[in-house]
């Protein structure tokens, strides 16, 4: 019922949007998923109303955001399932009480100036190039991850999804950083992130909250992650995890009469 509600209320606001830049045809170079990024974007899409009201179901609270961290390799069957099928859906309905970071390396060994990766090179370099989405465009970097991770063939997928999110970013940024030496520093410092985990990672996906990890914590994040995060996060419940539903001021843009 939870999820429910969250997804009717996300796509009821998100349908209102739609219907007025529909009606009105703004002039709008952003895509839907940056339309409430900022102000000044909202501006330019004419859709500050909407935006508004999208803003008033956040929890108002100075709790922190629940850090939610996924040591993980690009091309682990499990990684990929548990990334697509529960830490993104989770994210999607709950972005306002956590915040996910990524460290494609997982189960990978540095050695004399290479690394050996579990999967193989493509796996590598699904790691290279996802490391450099992170780097390049981190306010997108998980969509486009997401995008990535969820396609059939990861490394063919990630020119498309880099246009698709973040169609101002040029394909041979991220190319040239997966082959070069910003990209190796990178994945050596995802390497070092991974080292030096407490407790030591045993496998991928691992994941740990506000930077510690336990085993019941795991089993709760691989059976149901939405309700641990909500269990975890301290402040104001956001209404997704109450199931508490708020009425909005909201009106509608309808289309003129033929």
Same mark, same amino acid.
């Given at each position: !019922? ?11 606001? *998100?349908?209102g949007i ?5 009606s009105h ?21 004419? $859709? ?9 179901? @956040?929890?108002n609270s ?25 830490? +993104? ?5 709950? @972005?306002?009480? !956590?915040? $996910? ?5 997982? %189960?990978?060994?540095?050695?004399? #100036? ?7 090179? %493509?796996?590598?370099?699904? #790691? ?24 059939? &063939?990861?490394? @063919? ?11 101002? $970013? ?15 520093? *990178?994945? /050596? @410092? #995802?390497?070092?992130?991974?080292? +030096?985990?407490?407790?030591? /990672?045993? /496998? ?10 336990? &085993?019941?914590?795991? &089993? ?5 992650? +939405? ?32």
């Amino acid at each position: !019922m939870e999820v429910l509600f969250c997804w009717t209320l996300l796509l009821s606001l *998100l349908c209102g949007i739609c219907r007025s830049r529909a009606s009105h045809k703004p002039s709008c170079g952003y895509p839907p998923s940056q339309w409430c990024r900022s102000l000044e974007i909202a501006i330019e899409c004419e $859709v500050q109303k909407q935006c508004l009201e999208l803003n008033s179901t @956040k929890p108002n609270s100075d709790v922190p955001a629940l850090e939610v961290t996924l040591y993980y390799e690009s091309l682990c069957p499990g990684c990929r399932a548990f990334l697509t099928e529960q830490l +993104f859906p989770t994210w999607t309905m709950l @972005k306002d009480i !956590m915040k $996910v970071h990524l460290v494609p390396y997982g %189960n990978a060994e540095e050695r004399q #100036n290479s690394v050996i990766c579990q999967h193989g090179e %493509n796996e590598c370099l699904g #790691n290279m190039l996802e490391s450099c989405i992170i780097h390049a465009v981190d306010h997108v970097a998980f969509q486009i991850i997401y995008c990535m991770e969820s396609s059939s &063939d990861v490394l @063919k997928a990630a020119q498309l999804c880099l246009q698709l999110y973040a169609p101002s $970013v040029r394909w041979e940024t991220i190319s040239s950083c997966a082959t070069g030496a910003v990209g190796r520093s *990178l994945m /050596h @410092k #995802n390497a070092v992130k991974t080292r +030096f985990l407490e407790p030591a /990672h045993t /496998h991928v996906p691992w994941v740990t909250f506000n930077g510690e990890y336990r &085993d019941d914590w795991e &089993d709760g994040a691989m059976s149901s992650l +939405f309700s641990l995060v909500c269990s975890l996060y301290k402040g104001a419940q956001p209404p997704a995890c109450t199931g508490v539903q708020k009425k909005l001021d909201r009106s509608f843009c309808l289309p003129h009469d033929k």
